[in-house]
C-alpha cells in the first residue's frame, strides 16, 4: 500500500495549491518590530518662523468657516497640525500675541476675499521676477 501524501513529503497536502514564493514578506522575513520613539520633552518640533512668515489668515464667517473646515486659520493649522479646528479661534489669539512680542508679522485679511485678491497679486509679482 502507498503511504499517504502527507508522509512521504513529494507532493503538497493541498495539489492545487502552490507554497509561497521565497521572498513573500512572512515566510522567510518575519516582520521585525518598530523601534521605539525615544522620549523627550517635546515629541513636536519647535515651530518654524517661516511657517508664520509665509501664510496668512482671514475672516470667514461661521457657515463658511464650517464648509471649508477652518481654511481661514492657516497659520494655526501650520504650526499646529493636530489640533481640531474648533479650538483655533481661541489658538489664533495666543499666536497673534506670540508673533507681536517675538516680532513676527501676522498675516491676516477681513474677508475671503481680500484674501484672494492678495494671493493673486503675489503671484503677479513672483511672475515678474
Not at 36 to 55: A, E, F, H, I, L
Not at 69 to 74: I, P, V
Not at 94 to 109: K, N, R, S
Request: glycine share 6%; charged share 15%.
Amino acid at each position: 500500500m502507498p503511504r499517504p501524501h502527507f508522509l512521504r513529503g513529494d507532493e503538497t497536502p493541498y495539489p492545487h495549491a502552490s507554497p509561497p514564493p521565497p521572498s513573500h514578506p512572512h515566510t522567510l522575513n518575519p516582520p521585525s518590530p518598530k523601534p521605539k520613539p525615544k522620549p523627550g520633552p517635546n515629541p513636536n518640533p519647535s515651530p518654524n518662523p517661516n511657517q508664520v512668515k509665509t501664510t496668512c489668515d482671514f475672516y470667514a464667517p461661521f457657515w463658511q468657516g464650517l464648509h471649508c473646515a477652518g481654511l481661514g486659520y492657516q497659520i494655526e493649522h501650520h504650526l499646529f497640525p493636530t489640533v481640531s479646528i474648533c479650538h483655533f479661534p481661541q489658538v489664533s489669539k495666543i499666536v497673534m500675541q506670540a508673533c507681536a512680542d517675538f516680532g513676527l508679522p501676522y498675516h491676516y485679511y477681513n474677508s475671503w476675499g481680500h484674501a484672494v485678491v492678495a494671493h493673486y497679486e503675489y503671484l503677479k509679482e513672483m511672475g515678474r521676477r
